[in-house]
């Protein structure tokens, strides 16, 4: 018999020892792509001063999907439609598509530089216009796969407005910056080499498709022209998005010709396929760096050349750069930090940076953008903005530009509006030209009441408010409004044997309602306001008293009955103990409830109790940033529960809330690949950076700001021509906590302020401790 095992253990041990072998080289290979580190400058092109602190990396990295930042390295200016960036494939295949924005930091393949892109979410959508160069000939490429160069993170540099990257295998240096609806690539062939330039006019990110490939040469002008239908994450959802394009190169073609689908035809000019990819050669003897500018637009290819023309003209690349500088500059320079060490520094501004680069301006020069109506309409008087992450934005981002970016902010809700009005109903998560029913509630009310609240008045938006809030959109409607609606207002809750996903559904509708509430009272609409605040308390009749958390309920009364409050939505394959819940646990909803959160803690068996569970809530949570398993308790990297460290300000427990907001912001960011604890979701985990920094927080859709504890010794925030000054007395790294807080030089008895109070500027000045301090209230 112990012959028999050994020969059985000698069978099986030796694939089993290959298969570790394997895995351990792969590791070793994965090791030696992350280890090598990118630069924020070259030689002969440096950032400005605050883009120096900009870490373009950060969020690019982790494991792929829910805790992968989500972000890309490359070239764009604030709210650009261009973000021009390269695209990777992995490094033990030719797979795309680790990071959703087209780049992930572990892959050590680029296949080339698209135009369009997601930032930070969880969509993969956009990578229109691929351009790889190459020094190969024409015969020597297979046009039916990815083309892709070997490179190194040591040979890549990146700041706000730039990337570049050798590509050592052909000796081709790349350069990439923008304009808002332009990309700039500048490559450097070696001398003497084949120079070719490859423009797969139907790419598209990830495993998106493209369609409707069109393209057009012309060479007396050195141009090519295009346009291409796009079915990506999003896109797919309403019927896919065209987009065009003109490209201006700064020599003439030598020859060229066009894959189209089938076969590669040297000489022809026009071609019309779902697979389209164009080859250009260049003279050796000719100018040794190719210079193109490429022109986007979602209107037509005219639009496409008009916005060439119009944002870069005759300028040369590094004018085109020094101008993207400038306006990072003037974004990043908003807020003025210090005190802080170079790592805290470079976190704080990757986080101001990423905040700016979403939403998407979607209008041409001329006003022009495509509606959700499938119309061209023009902007008159704003800016339209598109792909807006709502559910995520609202609670972080949006109070933001309502703080320091009050024109962007302005424009959105006019973007929102024009959406409802040529659409129907408001979004709640519009990408590109449509409404894609992404997450759950109707974020676009609170986004919207929180602007009014501090900047905006409109009573068209409270009618479109109130269309969503009290009735189900039509059956075939493009948007899907809230869904189990119906069931919402006749039970005061959504009925888990209706719909799924019933316990956030209500706690988000009861968020968005409280919203809705304030903004009616706010605009003199007594009777709504009374009637949506009725509704906003719709939350407490999802919560158990026997299990004190937000459990599903059946339409008869009772609670579902499997029930684990720890086990993730993410590994709940089933839905056996979820289904109640989106992207988390039952407990990470437990404390989804910051627009009452008095009235949250009352549903607990007694205050103590309460801070005694939410504290366990962090202390149980993991202390690193989260690996492919984000865990049951405190999870920084989605949004139901990153407020919930404020949440002890109103069970008058400030202290814990300095101590466990300290907490995150050190352990939760990093000056590295990784850099943040999940999906960046268009900057919302980056704002919350932002603002706990600087010791306050938003209450989305209200005028109030918790307070927190601020991380720098002072900071200088421009409010639009008045300032707002943050300042820590006392401060030392290990002061983490608060015993007085001023503002303009008057005592507060309070842990929170109205927008009101500092939006003319002013003072607010925490006196720091190092013990903590209690002897102050959220009354």
Known sequence: MKKILKIILYVLGVPILIVLLTLFGMWLKYNSVVSSQPNNHTENVKPGYYGKWVNNFIGTGGFPVWVCGQNFPGATVPFGMVRLSPETASLYTNTRGYNTSGYYYGDNKIIGFSHTRLGGTGATDGGSFLITPTTKSPDEINYGEDYYHIFSHSDEAAFPGYYSVKLKDEGILTELTSTERVGL?????????????????????????????????????????????????????????????????????????????????????????????????FDSNWKQTVNVKVGISYVSIENARLNLDSEVG?????????????????????????????????????????????????????????????????????????????????????????????????????????????????????????????????????????????????????????????????????????????????YGYCPADIKERSVSRTLEYAWADHSISLFAGALGYKEDSL???????????????????????????????KFKPLQLTYTDWDEEYTKGYVEGSALQWRWAVPFDAEGLISLFKSREYFISELNDFFALSDPQLATWNPGSYYWHGNEPDIHS????????????????????????????????????????????????????????????????????????????????????ENYSPSNIYVGKIFLNDTLLNRNWIRHSEIINGGTLRFVMSEIPVVNYTNK
Do not use: C
């Open 185 to 281: 690539h500048r490559y450097t062939f070696p001398e003497n080499s084949n120079r070719s330039l490859l423009i797969k006019v139907t790419n598209a990110l990830g495993e998106g498709r493209a369609e409707d490939g069109q393209v057009t040469i012309y060479s007396d002008k050195n141009e090519i022209s295009g346009s291409v239908r796009l079915f990506g994450t999003f896109s797919k959802r309403y019927g896919g998005i065209k987009v065009y394009f003109t490209a201006r190169f700064n020599q003439p073609f030598s020859n060229y010709g066009i894959w189209d689908g089938s076969n590669y035809n040297e000489g022809m000019t026009t071609a019309l396929s779902d697979d389209i990819t164009v080859n250009l050669n």
């Open 314 to 490: 005759n300028n040369s690349f590094d004018d085109i750069l020094q101008n993207a500088i400038a306006k990072w500059e003037d974004k990043l320079s908003i807020i003025k930090i210090d005190g802080s060490d170079d790592d805290e520094r470079v976190i704080f501004y990757s986080s101001l940076y990423r905040s700016f680069q979403m939403p998407t301006i979607f209008n041409d020069v001329n006003g022009e953008y495509l509606g959700f109506d499938n119309k061209v309409h023009r902007a008159t008087g704003f800016t339209y903005y598109t792909d807006l992450s709502l559910w995520d934005t609202f609670r972080t981002i949006h109070p933001l530009f309502t703080l320091i970016a009050k024109g962007h902010q302005h424009d959105m809700v006019i973007s929102l509006i024009k959406m409802a009005e040529q659409g129907g109903w408001l979004p709640r998560w519009p990408s590109g030209n449509g409404y894609t029913g992404s997450m759950l509630g109707s974020p676009a009310d609170i986004t919207i009441a929180g602007s009014y609240i501090k900047d905006f008045d409109t009573d068209a938006a409270f009618d479109k408010m109130k269309l969503t809030a009290l009735a189900p959109t039509p059956r075939g409607s493009a948007s899907s409004g809230r869904r189990s609606i119906e069931g919402y207002l006749k």
């Open 531 to 561: 009637l949506f605040a009725g509704h906003a308390k719709y939350y407490k009749n999802v919560w158990n008293p026997k299990t004190q958390y937000f459990q599903a309920r059946n339409s008869d009364g009772s609670f579902v009955k």
């Open 645 to 728: 460290a404020y949440l002890f300000n109103y069970a008058e427990r400030p202290d814990l809330t300095q101590k466990w907001v300290r907490w995150i912001l050190d352990n939760k960011y990093d000056n590295t690949y990784i850099g943040i604890d999940g999906n960046d979701d268009a900057g919302t985990l980056s704002a919350w950076y932002i603002f706990s920094s600087l010791g306050f927080y938003p209450i989305a859709g209200s005028d109030v700001y918790q307070l927190g504890a601020p991380l720098f010794k002072s900071a200088v925030i421009d409010l639009g021509g008045k300032t707002l000054s943050i300042v820590a």
